[in-house]
């Protein structure tokens, strides 16, 4: 096997690293993690709901991070949205972490632009803390990811909300170019020192 110079190797390894960056993107939610311990990025009726905000409880108190919304509503539904800019026909993977008290009636959906990822129409609502993760196409250049929901008696948690680009299968093979790169490099023998 022939041993490639530094310069190759650096440069194959960061060329194959900026192609699988742009493949992965990060999240495209802001404000997921209602870290900013309000709504800030949302949108829609949640935000003139009095029975709906955000509560900061600390570290070690909600699900993750500091921070989590708390969705209730008094006489109709609310919505909950964010326009995400998504490229057509690219997947994503979608998750969130939702907790139901328990009460009834109750209802709570998610769409991603027009597909319906959940509902609770034909699922059960979680009453512990669970991460429901899903995939979806995006069909245009922005999506909306809603939350719609309905709880008179009581409340909904929600945490952790997350919207990532899935790398496609043909940037694994630049990956593995990039990290066998960076392999061969640092195997190879460093200057020898003369005396």
Do not use: H
């Amino acid at each position: 096997m022939k041993a490639i110079s530094f310069k190759q190797g650096w440069l194959t390894a960061m060329a194959a690293l900026s192609l699988c960056g742009s493949a992965m993107a990060g999240d495209l939610v802001v404000n997921g993690g209602f870290e900013a311990g309000s709504l800030a990025g949302w949108s829609g009726s949640v935000l003139t709901n009095p029975y709906s905000g955000v509560v900061c409880l600390g570290a070690g108190s909600v699900p993750e991070g500091s921070c989590e919304a708390f969705l209730g509503t008094s006489g109709s539904a609310d919505t909950m949205t964010q326009a995400l800019s998504t490229v057509a026909g690219q997947a994503y993977a979608i998750s969130f972490l939702l907790q139901s008290d328990g009460s009834v009636p109750s209802d709570f959906s998610v769409s991603f632009g027009d597909q319906w990822l959940y509902t609770s129409a034909t699922s059960l609502l979680p009453t512990t803390p669970t991460v429901l993760s899903f995939m979806a196409a995006a069909t245009a250049e922005a999506t909306s990811l809603t939350f719609s929901f309905r709880n008179d008696p009581g409340y909904f948690v929600l945490d952790a909300v997350s919207v990532t680009a899935v790398p496609e299968p043909s940037a694994l093979p630049l990956m593995l170019l990039g990290v066998g790169a960076i392999a061969v490099w640092r195997r190879r023998p460093g200057p020898s020192a003369v005396a």
